[in-house]
């Protein structure tokens, strides 16, 4: 949706769902009104990115064979800025029955700024090892909160940088885990300068 309330030219919508499929990515979280703004404009997104609904988890193994976990949250109710307690309590309990089986268990969220800090702010029983937001509001680069069990990774809303996390050690499964930077885990953001070249490709479909 256009700022103004309009629906956007599904032109450029396309054009953008394109040089995303040009992208190697694994996995995306399109959130559910964005979802709806797309079946109203005829168009599917790209195969990686997938409503809480449609795939709430997924795991992908890394080149060594270990297993990565990723949650998909629901996405809040239009005009909801805070997540509900029942909602809350729903995460926490698949976070509870999933994260033994990887190494790795990775929350994405499309909350915004506001909702993903009052989620961590209020401690829940059990978080992701890794909560990528997005949504409104300001990036956070590796923010460790929630006691020290999550680490809170958000974009930059100018764009032209890469959040880069370095897992040193894989977290341990017990309630005495706590993440420490840079020891065990390390958050960079990485700038897209000029020393780095465009996809020509890209370019052009977006042109």
Not at 4 to 17: A, S
Not at 35 to 57: C, D, K, Q, V, Y
Not at 77 to 100: F, H, M, T, Y
């Amino acid at each position: 949706m256009n700022p103004d309330g309009t629906m956007p030219d599904p032109r450029i919508v396309d054009r953008l769902i394109t040089a995303f499929e040009m992208m190697p990515y694994d996995i995306g979280l399109i959130g559910s009104f964005e979802s709806e703004i797309l079946s109203r404009l005829g168009l599917e997104p790209e195969p990686f990115r997938m409503t809480a609904e449609a795939s709430p988890f997924v795991v992908l193994e890394s080149s060594a064979g270990d297993r990565i976990g990723f949650l998909r949250f629901p996405s809040l109710p239009l005009g909801v800025d805070i997540p509900s307690r029942q909602l809350i309590q729903k995460i926490s309990s698949q976070i509870e029955d999933q994260r033994d089986s990887v190494r790795l268990l990775v929350g994405l969220s499309d909350w915004g700024w506001v909702g993903e800090r009052e989620y961590l702010a209020q401690r829940p029983p059990a978080v992701p090892d890794i909560l990528l937001g997005s949504g409104r509001g300001s990036g956070v680069n590796g923010r460790i909160e929630a006691d020290g069990r999550c680490v809170w990774v958000r974009p930059y809303d100018k764009g032209q940088t890469v959040s880069e996390v370095q897992i040193r050690a894989w977290p341990v499964r017990s309630k005495d885990f706590r993440w420490k930077e840079p020891d065990t885990i390390r958050p960079l953001t990485v700038g897209l300068g000029d020393d780095i070249d465009d996809n020509p490709d890209v370019d052009a479909v977006l042109q």
